[in-house]
């Protein structure tokens, strides 16, 4: 009689345990092991995978406690365990599921295991300058540079806004190869079915996806959010009262989120099974994830717990972040992480989450702000996304 390991190549059990380890990202009992291949791959008995990863311990595999396995070499993956030399000047810090480090994107994506990341849900830098430490310097000390100030109203002290506008032709192709580079970069730590979500805006969105596909991944489709904000709508600079009835640029009262999607391993249903990715979480079993998601503006109250100047609010974040994992299971990367209100959402729902963020000074108000914005609970009308896995 055919045995069930018989119809296995020789190394085939071994990559199939690799592939679970690796698609999970946490270690796992033997038994989850077995379960997972048997899910992908077919039956494999459970003493045949015993004895692989015993075969393969210590060298490919690591044991983490009595019956539990992870890759070796890998501690904590994907999670960093050990500070490394992309880390600028801080150790992580680490909040329930969520690990924020202080780190340079590129080079962090470059030393990340292959196919360790589940999910992208991040709001990049647009001009890429207007996060460089020259203004960054003319922000803080509200000097302006890229940094609109939009002036005081009713009393109340506007948020700065990056200016688009002001981007030249080669400023818009330094734009693009940034972001062809990131998904060139991002692609191979993807798991194959992983969805990546990037905040943009009805300016620059079309080069922002333009390069992310070159880099090979899947567009999906724009969420829009609905908001309002305080880009357009302006009469022509210094000629108001001459022309009273004119906008140079719509009021803009949306902002895009460009989706994207690593390419499948097979059908949806089989790269579900495999990678637990591919697919969108719904909102509830009634209810697809739609494209369109009512936003009001990040509050007061909010920015006050995370006083970063592109804060998304966690209403949002964390209906984006919850469909972002279709079996709520991986983790969740935000490599332009900021305040950390990506983690802050998933942390919120159950998920696991790293996030990247390169200025000191962010990255400090992040360690501050994860807890109090993954607590954070917005008024009655904008709550949105389930908790819980
Ligand atoms: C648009 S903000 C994201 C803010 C975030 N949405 C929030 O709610 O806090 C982009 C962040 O990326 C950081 N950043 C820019 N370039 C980076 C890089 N190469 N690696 C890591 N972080 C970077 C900036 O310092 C900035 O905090």
Same mark, same amino acid.
């Given at each position: 009689?055919?045995?069930?390991?018989?119809?296995? *190549?020789?190394?085939?059990?071994?990559?199939?345990?690799?592939?679970?380890?690796?698609?999970?990202?946490?270690?796992?009992?033997?038994?989850?092991?077995?379960?997972?291949?048997?899910?992908?791959?077919?039956?494999?008995?459970?003493?045949?995978?015993?004895?692989?990863?015993?075969?393969?311990?210590?060298?490919?595999?690591?044991?983490?406690?009595?019956?539990?396995?992870?890759?070796?070499?890998?501690?904590?993956?994907?999670?960093?365990?050990?500070?490394?030399?992309?880390?600028?000047?801080?150790?992580?810090?680490?909040?329930?599921?969520?690990?924020?480090?202080?780190?340079?994107?590129?080079?962090?994506?470059?030393?990340?295991?292959?196919?360790?990341?589940?999910?992208?849900?991040?709001?990049?830098?647009?001009?890429?300058?207007?996060?460089?430490?020259?203004?960054?310097?003319?922000?803080?000390?509200?000097?302006?540079?890229?940094?609109?100030?939009?002036?005081?109203?009713?009393?109340?002290?506007?948020?700065?806004?990056?200016?688009?506008?002001?981007?030249?032709?080669?400023?818009?192709?330094?734009?693009? *190869?940034?972001?062809?580079?990131?998904?060139?970069?991002?692609?191979?730590?993807?798991?194959?079915?992983?969805?990546?979500?990037?905040?943009?805006?009805?300016?620059?969105?079309?080069?922002?996806?333009?390069?992310?596909?070159?880099?090979?991944?899947?567009?999906?489709?724009?969420?829009?959010?609905?908001?309002?904000?305080?880009?357009?709508?302006?009469?022509?600079?210094?000629?108001?009262?001459?022309?009273?009835?004119?906008?140079?640029?719509?009021?803009?009262?949306?902002?895009?989120?460009?989706?994207?999607?690593?390419?499948?391993?097979?059908?949806?249903?089989?790269?579900?099974?495999?990678?637990?990715?591919?697919?969108?979480?719904?909102?509830?079993?009634?209810?697809?994830?739609?494209?369109?998601?009512?936003?009001?503006?990040?509050?007061?109250?909010?920015?006050?717990?995370?006083?970063?100047?592109?804060?998304?609010?966690?209403?949002?974040?964390?209906?984006?972040?919850?469909?972002?994992?279709?079996?709520?299971?991986?983790?969740?990367?935000?490599?332009?992480?900021?305040?950390?209100?990506?983690?802050?959402?998933?942390?919120?729902?159950?998920?696991?989450?790293?996030?990247?963020?390169?200025?000191?000074?962010?990255?400090?108000?992040?360690?501050?702000?994860?807890?109090?914005?993954?607590?954070?609970?917005?008024?009655?009308?904008?709550?949105?996304?389930?908790?819980?896995?």
């Amino acid at each position: 009689m055919e045995r069930s390991e018989d119809r296995w *190549r020789p190394g085939q059990v071994r990559d199939a345990i690799l592939d679970v380890l690796g698609a999970a990202g946490t270690p796992l009992s033997v038994m989850e092991i077995c379960e997972r291949v048997a899910a992908s791959a077919g039956p494999v008995p459970r003493s045949s995978i015993q004895s692989y990863l015993s075969l393969n311990t210590p060298g490919l595999f690591a044991r983490e406690d009595r019956g539990v396995y992870r890759i070796a070499g890998q501690p904590d993956l994907p999670l960093p365990g050990a500070p490394t030399d992309d880390l600028v000047s801080r150790d992580p810090f680490r909040f329930g599921r969520s690990t924020m480090l202080h780190a340079e994107a590129l080079d962090w994506l470059d030393k990340r295991p292959p196919r360790s990341v589940h999910a992208v849900v991040t709001d990049p830098p647009y001009g890429l300058f207007e996060y460089s430490p020259e203004q960054q310097r003319k922000l803080r000390d509200r000097r302006g540079g890229v940094w609109r100030l939009p002036p005081s109203f009713d009393g109340h002290r506007r948020s700065p806004l990056p200016r688009f506008t002001t981007l030249t032709p080669v400023q818009l192709e330094e734009l693009e *190869r940034f972001f062809h580079e990131w998904g060139r970069r991002l692609r191979p730590r993807l798991v194959p079915g992983a969805h990546v979500f990037v905040a943009s805006s009805p300016l620059l969105s079309f080069i922002v996806a333009n390069a992310l596909s070159r880099s090979g991944l899947e567009r999906r489709g724009e969420i829009i959010r609905l908001t309002t904000t305080m880009r357009g709508g302006d009469r022509p600079k210094g000629a108001h009262d001459v022309f009273p009835e004119v906008s140079v640029m719509p009021r803009s009262n949306w902002e895009p989120w460009l989706l994207f999607r690593e390419p499948l391993e097979g059908r949806v249903q089989d790269n579900l099974r495999k990678w637990r990715t591919g697919a969108l979480r719904r909102p509830n079993k009634d209810k697809p994830f739609g494209d369109v998601i009512q936003s009001a503006p990040t509050r007061r109250t909010e920015r006050d717990l995370a006083p970063h100047p592109s804060l998304k609010p966690q209403a949002f974040l964390r209906q984006i972040v919850r469909a972002a994992l279709p079996l709520g299971e991986g983790v969740v990367l935000d490599p332009f992480a900021g305040s950390g209100s990506t983690l802050a959402a998933a942390e919120w729902v159950g998920y696991q989450s790293v996030g990247l963020e390169n200025d000191v000074e962010y990255f400090d108000l992040a360690r501050k702000a994860i807890p109090k914005l993954a607590r954070y609970v917005p008024p009655t009308a904008s709550r949105s996304a389930t908790r819980g896995k």
